[in-house]
């Protein structure tokens, strides 16, 4: 028997592992944090409120244009890379991996864990 | 004469009507998945720092390991044992077959008539005043079953007798229901603890079942462990919103230990962020942007607030329609909510009594007059906000 809260984070360390990425996070699309598997000096809840803000700007901008849903937030940096997909109707899972990493493997991967979290959030 | 000793955080204390009394009993019980040990460390770690005696039983850890654990939520209790102050009843070693070096070892944990006679013999020489902690009653109900219950109205009464205070820890693994109840009737003060899925939100939740022998109705308050710090507080959503140019960063800024902003020139284009300490109180402060261009994403951020601080420019009542909108765009209207009335340090700033007149506000919404540059009244005006959202609680 485990807790809702230790399967999710079970599922996101998972993933980190078939992934390649760095860290994750399960996040309201209204900037609650639900579970994370970040690095420790990551300030979990910031993070988390950052990025559903900054989905929510990106459908927002996808909205304006009438181009459909906007389906994912890839962000690239000089180090890293960021990215957002739904899970759910009201939960965002993001990805933090290395700029190096494979970004179909970490898609692939993310649309997988979704589904695991669409059934268990449910 | 009673002695009173708060837990360390005012919430519970207020619920427990003035903190944990001598002569009497609580019972920490908390459902699979939570843990009432840390708020048994913490409060050790009160009733140590407030000069009195502890006494630790445990049957599911050493000792030293439980020192370690308490060391990670900041409290270093390991001076107060050398001082004598903190004793501990090793009935854990025993399972291994070896023997504890505590002041008080019970030898074979396993037979209760022991066990009984250790326990009752450190009530008996414990010093006036003190804290018993007895971790875990789910692991002596384990060994001995029902038969515990005779034992356990012996030690109450030991509790009156000395004027001490005997809290039990314990976890609601799947138990009689009969042997619960019993329990439940026997003591002073229970403290439940359960985690509460509501939604998709996990959070961790403490109710006061009953106090000074009296069922009361249950409020559930959210809290969650730190480390540092131990048991907080905790609303995951404060959101503060107002027009443009009202001062709402500088007010998540002041109200902040820690914060983060996006912004362009001096103004916010997404989100300011920032982490509220207080009292025994933590919070996650949502700071919205003011133009209306970005009313989209401020509907987006409006969902599972937990209470609002509405920032108005008080020279400026040309905005205060564009504030109360502000409030039903974020459907966010008819939660607890405190407006704080900003910029009181400029010549022509209305008071805030006239913002409340201007603005038509009912007479329990509170509005405070506030210079969020100097941080003057931002903290009295969130704790204003902080009663709203517990309010009925405590009475």
Not at chain 1, 79 to 97: C, D, H, T, Y
Not at chain 2, 89 to 118: C, Q, W
Not at chain 2, 128 to 152: A, Q, R
Not at chain 2, 249 to 273: E, N
Request: hydrophobic share 45%; glycine share 8%; with cysteine.
């Amino acid at each position: 028997m485990a807790s809702t809260r230790d399967v999710l984070k079970g599922i996101l360390m998972e993933f980190n592992k078939n992934s390649g990425a760095i860290a994750s996070a399960l996040v309201t699309r209204d900037g609650i944090l639900i579970s994370s598997a970040l690095p420790e000096d990551v300030d979990a809840e910031a993070f988390a409120a950052m990025t559903a803000t900054m989905m929510g700007a990106a459908e927002t901008a996808f909205s304006e244009l009438k181009a459909g849903a906007a389906e994912r937030v890839i962000v690239e940096g000089s180090r890293l890379k960021i990215v957002s997909v739904g899970a759910g109707e009201n939960v965002i899972l993001v990805a933090m991996a290395s700029r190096e990493a494979t970004l179909g493997l970490i898609l692939h991967q993310m649309s997988k864990t979704g589904e695991k979290i669409r059934k268990i959030l449910g | 004469m009673f002695v009173k000793l708060t837990t360390g955080i005012s919430l519970l204390d207020e619920l427990l009507r003035g903190g944990l009394e001598t002569g009497s009993t609580t019972l920490i019980t908390a459902k699979p998945f939570t843990e009432p040990t840390p708020l048994a460390y913490q409060i050790c770690n009160e009733w140590l720092r407030g000069g009195l005696y502890v006494i630790y039983l445990t049957n599911n850890k050493r000792p030293d390991i439980i020192l370690e654990d308490i060391a990670r939520y900041g409290w270093r209790l390991s001076t107060f044992k050398e001082m004598g102050r903190l004793t501990f009843i090793d009935a854990y070693t025993g399972f291994m077959g070896m023997l504890g070096e505590e002041r008080y070892v019970v030898k074979s944990p396993y037979n209760l008539e022991e066990f009984h006679e250790v326990l009752s013999k450190a009530l008996m020489e414990s010093e006036k005043n003190s804290l018993i902690v007895v971790d875990s009653l789910s692991t002596m109900i384990d060994h001995f079953g029902e038969k515990i219950l005779e034992k356990f109205d012996e030690w109450n009464r030991l509790a009156i007798l000395k004027d001490l205070h005997i809290l039990y820890l314990f976890v609601e693994w799947d138990f009689d229901e009969s042997l619960k109840s019993a329990i439940r009737e026997k003591v002073d003060n229970i403290i439940s603890l359960s985690p509460v899925e509501k939604g998709i939100i996990l959070s961790d939740f403490f109710t006061i079942e009953k106090v000074k022998g009296e069922f009361v109705k249950p409020r559930c308050i959210p809290f969650r462990y730190v480390k540092p710090g131990g048991m907080k507080i905790y609303i995951p959503k404060i959101l503060i919103t107002g027009p443009y140019h009202a001062g709402k960063t500088t007010v998540v800024h002041a109200l902040s230990t820690r914060a983060v902003s996006v912004q362009r020139g001096d103004t916010t284009v997404a989100l300011d962020f920032g982490h509220f300490e207080h009292k025994g109180f933590q919070a996650d402060l949502f700071g919205t942007i003011g133009q209306e261009r970005f009313d989209p994403i401020l509907e987006q951020l409006g969902g599972e607030t937990l209470g609002v601080i509405l920032v108005v420019d008080s020279t400026d009542p040309s905005s205060f329609p564009r504030a109360l909108e502000m409030l039903h765009k974020a459907k966010v209207y008819g939660l607890p909510l405190v407006v704080f009335a900003n910029k009181q340090d400029l010549p022509n700033a209305l008071p805030p009594e006239r913002v409340r007149e201007l603005m038509k506000l009912p007479p329990e919404i509170p509005v405070i007059g506030t210079v969020a540059t100097e941080k003057i009244n931002i903290l009295e005006g969130i704790e204003e906000l902080l009663k709203l959202i517990f309010k009925g609680v405590g009475d």
